[in-house]
């Protein structure tokens, strides 16, 4: 899985943090605040277009925009818990299989470390205490979260 949107912004936030000599700096710090928002939207946006994606094999048009439309509004700091209660909603079996495979694991701690660490700082609730090279290690283990969540829906790669 690639979220082509986070990528470059990591890649464009590596640069600058090299070229700049930024890293353990305040201005790290703010990129990777930054990052976490953009990696979090594109996590969000993929778990629907997945979503979509499944509810599209029924060709109703009507049900793939109230399956988006709702998922969209419904679902918000989606979390592998989430995910899986998605998964739920097609066939408890789906949901089981997913977390048996998440849970625990690396992957997982990763994914919801970087969900949380998005809300916590947009809600003001915490600071931030990830460092790019931190994160940029969770966004890699996490990308294994949403194939799952691919393979699972039986999405073609």
Do not use: P, W
Not at 37 to 56: D, F, H, P, Y
Not at 89 to 97: A, G, S, W
Not at 132 to 149: A, M, P, V, W
């Amino acid at each position: 899985m690639t979220l082509v949107s986070a990528d470059e912004a990591i890649e464009l936030t590596y640069k600058h943090l090299k070229e700049t000599d930024s890293f353990g700096t305040e201005i790290e710090a703010f990129l990777v605040r930054y990052l976490l928002v953009v990696i979090c939207a594109e996590i969000e946006k993929s778990v629907l277009n997945m979503i979509v994606e499944r509810v599209k094999r029924v060709d109703d048009m009507q049900l793939v925009s109230y399956v988006d439309i709702t998922v969209g509004r419904q679902f918000r700091r989606i979390r592998t818990s989430e995910m899986g209660r998605l998964l739920g909603y097609f066939d408890k079996n789906l949901r089981t299989k997913f977390m048996l495979k998440i849970n625990d694991s690396e992957e997982q701690v990763s994914f919801n470390n970087i969900v949380d660490n998005r809300h916590n700082m947009a809600h003001g609730k915490a600071t931030v205490q990830m460092t790019f090279t931190e994160l940029r290690g969770h966004y890699s283990k996490c990308l294994n979260i949403l194939d799952e969540f691919r393979d699972i829906l039986e999405l073609d790669s």
